[in-house]
Structure formats: C-alpha cells, structure tokens
C-alpha cells in the first residue's frame, strides 16, 4: 500500500536522505525510528508528494505519488510534523473546510465529523480558535484532519507529540484500532510507543536504513537479550568464576546498580539461551537464589547501538566493572 524505493534527498551538498526503501502492507504499522535530524520527516515529507525527492520514487496506494499525484493522495492522510493549521479558524470550521477539500460533502461531511471528533475528543474545542488552543489539542486537530476522509494509508509524523499520558494512550488505541484496514507509518521518539501499537519497526540513521524487523526482531539484538539476572540472599564473592565455564556464558559482570558479591549479570555468547545451564550450576552449589530472571533486551539499547556514533566504532559494553 505504502511503497518507497531508493528515496534521495539532497539539499545542496548534504544527502538528508541516502537510498531509504520500505513496503507497508494493508495491516502493518511501521514504527519509523532515528535519532534527530536522520531524515524521518525529510522521508515523509517526500513519500506525502510534499517535497521532490532527489532519486527514488513512492506510491501510495498503487499510484505514483510524482506522476499521479491527486489519485496519490486522495488514498493518503498525512500530519506533518507540528501539524500547522490556519490559527484564525475553530476546529471545526478547519475540519469542514478539509472535509469538502476532501470532496466529503451535507450529511455525509457531518457524520464523518461527528465520528472523528468523538475519537479524537474534540467536542471541548470545537469552536475555539485553534491558536489559542493548548499544543495537545493542536496536534490533535491535525490528526483529526489526517484520518478525517478515512484514507487506506497514513503517515503520521510524530502523533503523540505534545499529548499528555492519557492522550498519548488514547491515540496509540486509535491507531490500533486503525490498524487492520489500513497501512500506517508512524514516526516517533517513544521506542515504548513502537513496541505498544508497530507490527514493524525502521531504524534510520543519518539518511540511511540500519534496521528492519518486527519490534521483537530488533529486541532480540540487544546486548543484553538472553542474559540472566541472578540476586543472592547472601553474598557469595567468586558466583562469577564459578559460573564462568557454563556452555554459552561470555561473561558475568556486575549490573548497574547492584549489590556487589549478591547480584549478577550473566552475559550469554552471540545471545545463547543460558538461563537453564545457569540455573543448573546454581542448583549444584546450593547457594540461595532471591531472584534469577532472564532479560529479553531492551529496544533503546538496540537504537542507541544502532546510531550512536560512538556505539558504532565499537560494539556496546556492559559497565566494565567485574562481578
Ligand atoms: N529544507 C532543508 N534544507 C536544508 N537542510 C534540511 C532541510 N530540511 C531538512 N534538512 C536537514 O536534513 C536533515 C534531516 O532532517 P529531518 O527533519 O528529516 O530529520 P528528522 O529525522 O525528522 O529529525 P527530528 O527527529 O529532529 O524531527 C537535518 O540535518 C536537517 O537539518
């Protein structure tokens, strides 16, 4: 529904965006991800026919955005970054004069409003100038304005942005709710925000791709995905060494914030499951066991490791210190 290929932008000698390519399918929701100033919203900007990308092309929908532009998006409902609205106009007069842009029209335009409002609870706001309207609210009336003609395909650009906690659970539930029928591109900063609502999660870093794959996917590629986190009643100095020969055990270091001699971080090689050998040696010592958990990783270690510039000249460390 959703497809880029090779997308290009350069702005005089510098390439914001350097050969980015992805395929949103009816269904998915695709977290795009990167640091700031990777290129997301140049991206979206270009996949929405809002800028002329420099090599590459888009479709939405099966159109070409370039050659068919009006049957691009009329499939297509797009919040740009910041929203921007006309701030002399209430909510309401801003969302008919986009509804019959939209070619919505009579009862039709009222019944699409009336639905839109109550999801996106506009109805305090309605008939308010949307410049004296808080940034929540704002970002809210975009977004009313983006899914208002119920297109097939959305880019979202930042959703949460500037919403409160129950405002930002209430639009990630939308978009859930969203999901089925339509293909969603989401950009955002909130990694907890991909794992809740992405099917599929993009990484870009400096104008480039550096990761593709379900939330899970990348999860699995945290450092610490597999490793197991054992707390001791009591301490018991040399645990480390004497779980050092386990199968599969790299290393055992202290974690961050923990008990020396009583907690312990058993780092596994390549992410091997370990918990069962580890749990095993520890039955053998007899040693009291308080917890033993194993970590599934976390998807800001796998960003950070990811476009870090420093985490790229070497691969991502536990804190040196040993257990
Ligand atoms: N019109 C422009 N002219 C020159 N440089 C631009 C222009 N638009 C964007 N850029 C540059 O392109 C790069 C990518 O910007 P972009 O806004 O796409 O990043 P982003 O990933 O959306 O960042 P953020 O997370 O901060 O919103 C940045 O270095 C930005 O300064």
Redesign the pocket.
Same mark, same amino acid.
């Given at each position: 529904m959703i497809e880029i290929v090779d997308l290009v932008k350069r @702005?005089g000698p @510098?390439t $914001?965006v350097d050969g980015v390519g992805f395929a949103v399918g009816r269904g998915e929701v695709l977290g795009f991800l !990167?640091p700031? !100033? $990777? !290129?997301?919203?140049?991206?979206m900007k270009m996949a929405a026919g809002f800028l002329t990308p420099t090599r590459g092309r888009v479709s939405i929908a099966g159109h070409d955005v370039e050659r068919r532009p009006l049957a691009a998006k009329e499939a297509l409902g797009y919040l740009p970054?910041g929203a921007p609205a006309y701030g002399d106009m209430t909510p309401r007069g801003f969302l008919e004069f986009l509804g019959r842009v939209r070619k919505l029209r009579g009862a039709d335009l009222h019944r699409r409003l009336a639905q839109v409002v109550d999801e996106i609870q506009l109805d305090g706001v309605l008939d308010q100038p949307i410049e004296t309207l808080s940034k929540g609210f704002k970002r809210r009336v975009g977004l009313a304005g983006a899914i208002l003609h119920d297109p097939p395909c959305l880019i979202l650009d930042e959703p949460t942005d500037g919403l409160d906690p129950n405002q930002k659970h209430e639009v990630r539930n939308l978009i859930r709710r969203m999901a089925p029928d339509k293909a969603i591109v989401v950009s955002t900063?909130i990694l907890e925000e991909v794992e809740a609502v992405c099917s599929r999660a993009v990484i870009i870093d400096r104008g480039r791709v550096v990761a593709d794959g379900t939330p899970q996917d990348l999860v699995a590629r945290a450092p610490e995905h597999n490793a197991v986190r054992i707390g001791l009643a009591n301490a018991v100095p040399d645990l480390a060494a004497r779980l050092a020969d386990v199968a599969g055990v790299a290393r055992v270091v202290l974690p961050e914030g923990g008990r020396a001699g009583r907690d312990f971080l058993v780092l596994p090689r390549d992410h091997a499951p370990i918990l069962e050998g580890v749990a095993a040696r520890l039955r053998q010592t007899g040693i009291a066991i308080e917890t033993l958990t194993v970590d599934h990783g976390r998807l800001d270690d796998v960003f950070r490791a990811l476009t870090s510039s420093d985490a790229r000249r070497s691969a991502p460390q536990q804190p040196e210190t040993r257990a």
């Open positions: @702005f @510098f $914001a !990167g700031n !100033g $990777a !290129g997301k919203s140049t991206t970054e900063h």
